[in-house]
């Protein structure tokens, strides 16, 4: 990732700012919490907590947060709210998120808008977001709007056309609406950046080791990308 500012609340060796540890059953990790300044954070009960009026970070080992973190918590009550809830947080802290060897359920876009720094890390082979429903969800899985320096590697995303009971017509291409991921159901990853808003400069994406299985439309779309110094 390029042009990132450093790292948001770097490690200190200060005994005073350690809080406190927790232990994740389902993943068999123990990770420790540091105290970091600030109000309004966004706290997600995760990586970044708020304990008694105090806000602490957990301690990531390469700047790496497990997505599999989320799963035991109340607050996340299926895939799509971890998965949104995580990449919100890789990309406030300049960190990898890390997907487990597991299927990912998503029965809806995902949309993201204005992230900056951050990577999303698969295993290449067993890292697998898909739908498991029989319907069909309009525009793709991922779908990134004015977000830069980020990349997506060593994730698969199963596109479900053999289990989608519906037909892509002629008149789901042909849709008249100012947004063109209308037209295209369960795509893969849109990438997209709106000129009247973006002021980013040089964009630097990176997908690299990712699959697309059983397309139904596209895979990976990028738009609107020809910003200033692109």
């Known amino acids: 990732m390029t042009n990132c500012n450093s790292q948001k ?4 060796c200060t005994i005073g700012n350690y809080g406190h540890k927790e ?5 068999g990790e123990e990770v420790y919490y540091q105290k970091i300044t600030g109000s309004n954070l966004p706290e997600d009960d995760v990586v970044i907590i708020l304990r008694n009026g105090e806000y602490y970070k957990a301690l990531l080992n390469e700047n790496t947060i497990n997505i599999e973190w989320y799963r035991c918590n109340k607050r996340y009550t299926n ?8 990449i919100k947080t890789a990309a406030y802290l300049g960190a990898t998120l890390r997907f487990d060897a597991r299927e990912y359920i998503v029965n809806r876009q995902l949309a993201f808008e204005n992230l900056n720094c951050f990577k999303l890390l698969g295993d290449k082979q067993h890292t697998l977001i898909k739908s498991d429903t ?3 969800f309009r525009s793709y899985y991922l779908k990134f709007v004015n977000c830069n320096n980020f990349i997506i590697d060593g994730i698969r995303i199963d596109q479900n056309k053999s289990h989608i009971s519906q ?7 042909n849709i008249i609406g100012s947004d063109d991921t ?3 159901f369960n795509g893969g990853i849109y990438i997209t950046f709106i000129q009247d808003s973006y002021t980013g400069g040089t964009i630097n994406i990176e997908i690299k080791n990712c699959s697309f299985l059983d397309l139904y439309t596209r895979a990976l779309q990028f738009y609107n990308c020809n910003t200033e110094g692109e």
């Open 167 to 173: 037909v892509y017509t002629e008149a789901d291409y």
């Open 79 to 86: 895939d799509e709210a971890m998965i949104t809830q995580a």
């Open 182 to 184: 209308l037209r295209d």
């Open 9 to 12: 609340f770097p490690s200190t």
């Open 134 to 136: 029989t319907e069909r």
């Open 23 to 27: 232990f994740f059953m389902n993943t």
